[in-house]
């Protein structure tokens, strides 16, 4: 019983933060490790850039951004395990069209929880040899 607790405590933490509202700073990083301008991350996380610019200020996103902030982050961890830690193919792959997505980046793909369950599927199958 106390292990399967044990298991819960860093999901646990991140809906605490969640809730509370990311920090702005992680955006920032999403930005620079993806390598996309401030608009596309509003684009993909889907705030408008207007509301971004005040979160900047701010410093803290609300719950709901905080929520679609951590999809794009799980989705950009996974991808960079699938590609063993090489962050460039990584977001090379997230960034192109990909037959298995109705041939939409995966990036793209995961603007919605349901897309980016779709992307994290793709992504095991992919990890254990099933080409999609």
Known sequence: MARSALGQQPTLR???EIERGLPYRRVEKLISELDETDIRIAHLVQIA????????????LKSDESERVDCIER??????????GDKAQAVMW??????????R???DFA???IGAREVENLIARLEHGAFS
Not at 75 to 84: H, M
């Open 14 to 16: 991140r809906i605490r």
């Open 49 to 60: 850039p207007r509301t971004l610019a005040r979160r900047k200020q701010e410093g803290t």
């Open 75 to 84: 989705i950009y961890r996974l991808a960079t395990e699938l590609f063993e």
């Open 94 to 103: 997230l960034k192109q069209p990909n037959r298995g997505l109705a041939d």
């Open 105 to 107: 980046p995966p990036l």
């Open 111 to 113: 603007r919605t929880e």
